[in-house]
């Protein structure tokens, strides 16, 4: 391929099968001939991976590495990556080699056919049943609320051209979510089938405060319907409150009924009082998201590089 090929992988805690990783691509590489510039970001791992990455530059001389100063957590990652990648096409993998490196040759092939961007959809998740379920519930969810079209079971694994990856930068979010970010900046866009494979060794970064903050990202980044919703449910409490308060008072003025019920009373302003505070919960979610934004404080610490 005449083509320059970036292949962008986020390291967290990756060393013990690093190794493995590098003899995957590198043999795709070889037998797809390709101009390869491989950027692997270790974001904060406290195994020894940026020791890892060092010793592989070595030997794999198209290796560039960037060591951030904390965990960032896996978008921002990503996004450091994006930033520094100069290829003509751009793939994102996952260290674990669940997105095998052998599968980006179809995916290439649909940006030679003129696609902007091919992206993973998986065909079957391996995670428990608890985990399919909540992921199945957010994507459905997301949909659902999203101003845009953000496809399920999609994920970060794709490949892109890299003027699909310049738009996708002039969004200086604090907080990405990549995948509606690529979902967001349009051109033409596939989606492919494929299975993903189990994690080669290692626990899974992803912890469950780290799906929520993915989750809240997407929702409140590409979403207007939680305000929304606030104004639906305060005309729904009013509409209520309304209907309510005049079988009260009909109650009292037209058959002289005394009004009781200390435990309904008590029922109704807890259940409001509950759901103003949820409602304040919503709001404060985005003057958060706005204060970090208005801050301008950069979205990451570079502490070392390799070849960059």
Same mark, same amino acid.
């Given at each position: 391929?005449?083509?320059?090929?970036?292949?962008?992988?986020?390291?967290?805690?990756?060393?013990?099968?690093?190794?493995?990783?590098?003899?995957?691509?590198?043999?795709?590489?070889?037998?797809?001939?390709?101009?390869?510039?491989?950027?692997?970001?270790?974001?904060?791992?406290?195994?020894?991976?940026?020791? !890892?990455?060092? #010793?592989? $530059?070595?030997?794999?001389?198209? %290796?560039?590495?960037?060591?951030?100063? &904390?965990?960032? +957590?896996?978008?921002?990652?990503?996004?450091?990556?994006?930033?520094?990648?100069?290829?003509?096409?751009?793939?994102?993998?996952?260290?674990?080699?669940?997105?095998?490196?052998?599968?980006?040759?179809?995916?290439?092939?649909?940006?030679?056919?003129?696609?902007?961007?091919?992206?993973?959809?998986?065909?079957?998740?391996?995670?428990?049943?608890?985990?399919?379920?909540?992921?199945?519930?957010?994507?459905?969810?997301?949909?659902?609320?999203?101003?845009?079209?953000?496809?399920?079971?999609?994920?970060?694994?794709?490949?892109?051209?890299?003027?699909?990856?310049?738009?996708?930068? !002039?969004?200086? #979010?604090? $907080?990405?979510?990549?995948?509606? %970010?690529?979902?967001?900046?349009?051109? &033409?866009?596939? +989606?492919?089938?494929?299975?993903?494979?189990?994690?080669?060794?290692?626990?899974?970064?992803?912890?469950?405060?780290?799906?929520?903050?993915?989750?809240?990202?997407?929702?409140?980044?590409?979403?207007?319907?939680?305000?929304?919703?606030?104004?639906?449910?305060?005309?729904?409490?009013?509409?209520?409150?309304?209907?309510?308060?005049?079988?009260?008072?009909?109650?009292?003025?037209?058959?002289?009924?005394?009004?009781?019920?200390?435990?309904?009373?008590?029922?109704?302003?807890?259940?409001?009082?509950?759901?103003?505070?949820?409602?304040?919960?919503?709001?404060?979610?985005?003057?958060?998201?706005?204060?970090?934004?208005?801050?301008?404080?950069?979205?990451?610490?570079?502490?070392?590089?390799?070849?960059?």
């Amino acid at each position: 391929m005449s083509k320059k090929i970036s292949i962008l992988v986020p390291i967290y805690n990756s060393a013990s099968f690093m190794s493995k990783l590098l003899e995957a691509i590198d043999a795709q590489r070889k037998k797809s001939d390709w101009n390869l510039e491989l950027i692997l970001v270790d974001d904060g791992s406290k195994d020894g991976s940026y020791e !890892k990455i060092e #010793e592989l $530059s070595k030997t794999y001389h198209y %290796i560039k590495g960037i060591k951030l100063s &904390k965990n960032f +957590g896996h978008q921002i990652a990503v996004k450091t990556a994006l930033s520094h990648c100069t290829g003509d096409y751009v793939a994102i993998i996952d260290d674990d080699l669940q997105d095998p490196p052998e599968l980006l040759p179809n995916f290439f092939e649909y940006l030679d056919k003129g696609y902007d961007v091919a992206y993973g959809v998986r065909k079957k998740r391996k995670e428990s049943l608890i985990k399919r379920i909540c992921y199945s519930a957010f994507y459905k969810i997301l949909k659902g609320m999203s101003d845009i079209h953000i496809p399920i079971d999609s994920g970060d694994f794709c490949v892109m051209k890299k003027h699909v990856v310049d738009n996708m930068l !002039k969004l200086k #979010e604090q $907080s990405p979510f990549l995948r509606g %970010i690529r979902s967001w900046v349009g051109f &033409k866009q596939i +989606g492919i089938e494929y299975e993903r494979a189990a994690r080669y060794d290692g626990q899974s970064g992803y912890s469950l405060k780290k799906l929520l903050k993915i989750a809240a990202d997407g929702i409140f980044s590409f979403s207007n319907a939680p305000i929304r919703l606030i104004t639906l449910l305060g005309l729904l409490g009013f509409g209520f409150a309304v209907v309510y308060s005049s079988m009260v008072l009909f109650a009292f003025f037209a058959h002289d009924i005394a009004v009781k019920g200390f435990a309904t009373l008590a029922i109704i302003i807890s259940f409001f009082s509950s759901l103003i505070l949820i409602c304040l919960g919503i709001i404060g979610e985005y003057i958060v998201r706005i204060y970090n934004e208005v801050r301008e404080r950069p979205y990451m610490v570079i502490e070392k590089t390799i070849n960059i």
